[in-house]
């Protein structure tokens, strides 16, 4: 995300903690992905006041924006937590953060820009810790669609690097051992009063192959923009038990006990 989709973030962002109202977690350790200066800050600060939170920052952001953010809206966080920048992870395909570290991962609008979410939600299981959450939004396929239908070379549209469904992510989820996932999804409509406004807001979201100040032809574009958002969270449930791969269980000599009368 860039700045001009930042009213975005936080938007989408205030929806997935809403979601959070009805679960029952005991929240120790945070790992938020990607952090940006937004309201996320104050509702951790209320609802779970003593959290440890790590973060990764998105491209773009500064040390001292996150500083003044935390500052203002969540004041612990400056001594309780560590921040990595996102490109930390995306080049390393690692969190900087050991095995079983953290009770709840939330990840705002990010899947869908990477090559492989698989390898993402397996990352997330890894610093999960037993009975731990993952809740997360992303942008699906039907995104943009309106662009779709443009005549061929009116603009370089770009597909999503990741066009999950609801469904898709649903399974990912399972073969990836979380458990019971819930999926939902929603349409938000964007009206426009200019060419350029929708253009920033395309380049902003990664659909254009090119800058927006390159696309030359204008004043044929539709003046909307249809987001599909997709919501979702799952469990970690079970995860010292015995696991299978190719209709072969694989069990922790730690698993294996004497029986006893």
């Given at each position: 995300?860039?700045?001009?989709?930042?009213?975005?973030?936080?938007?989408?962002?205030?929806?997935?903690?809403?979601?959070?109202?009805?679960?029952?977690?005991?929240?120790?350790?945070?790992?938020?992905?990607?952090?940006?200066?937004?309201?996320?800050?104050?509702?951790?600060?209320?609802?779970?006041?003593?959290?440890?939170?790590?973060?990764?920052?998105?491209?773009?952001?500064?040390?001292?924006?996150?500083?003044?953010?935390?500052?203002?809206?969540?004041?612990?966080?400056?001594?309780?937590?560590?921040?990595?920048?996102?490109?930390?992870?995306?080049?390393?395909?690692?969190?900087?953060?050991?095995?079983?570290?953290?009770?709840?991962?939330?990840?705002?609008?990010?899947?869908?820009?990477?090559?492989?979410?698989?390898?993402?939600?397996?990352?997330?299981?890894?610093?999960?810790?037993?009975?731990?959450?993952?809740?997360?939004?992303?942008?699906?396929?039907?995104?943009?669609?309106?662009?779709?239908?443009?005549?061929?070379?009116?603009?370089?549209?770009?597909?999503?690097?990741?066009?999950?469904?609801?469904?898709?992510?649903?399974?990912?989820?399972?073969?990836?051992?979380?458990?019971?996932?819930?999926?939902d999804m929603e349409f938000i409509s964007l009206d426009y009063q200019s060419d350029a406004l929708l253009l920033l807001?395309?380049?902003?979201?990664?659909?254009?192959?090119v800058p927006a100040s390159e696309v030359s032809k204008q004043g044929f574009l539709?003046?909307?923009?249809?987001?599909?958002?997709?919501?979702?969270?799952?469990?970690?449930?079970?995860?010292?038990?015995?696991?299978?791969?190719?209709?072969?269980?694989?069990?922790?000599?730690?698993?294996?006990?004497?029986?006893?009368?």
């Open positions: 995300m860039t700045q001009p989709i930042r009213w975005l973030q936080d938007e989408i962002a205030d929806r997935v903690l809403q979601k959070l109202d009805i679960v029952k977690l005991d929240v120790k350790d945070v790992l938020i992905v990607p952090d940006f200066p937004g309201k996320h800050f104050s509702f951790f600060a209320k609802r779970y006041p003593y959290a440890n939170i790590h973060s990764l920052t998105e491209e773009g952001i500064t040390g001292l924006e996150m500083w003044r953010s935390k500052a203002i809206s969540h004041w612990r966080s400056l001594f309780r937590g560590n921040t990595t920048p996102l490109a930390h992870y995306l080049a390393k395909g690692k969190f900087n953060l050991p095995d079983n570290s953290v009770d709840l991962v939330l990840s705002n609008l990010l899947l869908q820009n990477l090559t492989d979410p698989r390898h993402f939600l397996r990352e997330c299981r890894r610093v999960l810790r037993e009975g731990g959450l993952i809740t997360f939004s992303y942008l699906g396929p039907d995104t943009g669609k309106e662009l779709h239908a443009l005549e061929p070379g009116l603009i370089q549209f770009k597909n999503l690097l990741s066009p999950w469904d609801m469904h898709d992510m649903g399974d990912a989820l399972l073969g990836e051992r979380f458990s019971d996932p819930v999926m807001d395309l380049e902003a979201l990664k659909l254009l192959q539709p003046q909307k923009m249809t987001l599909e958002v997709v919501y979702g969270h799952a469990w970690v449930i079970g995860k010292q038990l015995s696991k299978t791969q190719d209709n072969v269980a694989y069990i922790d000599a730690n698993q294996i006990g004497r029986k006893t009368r």
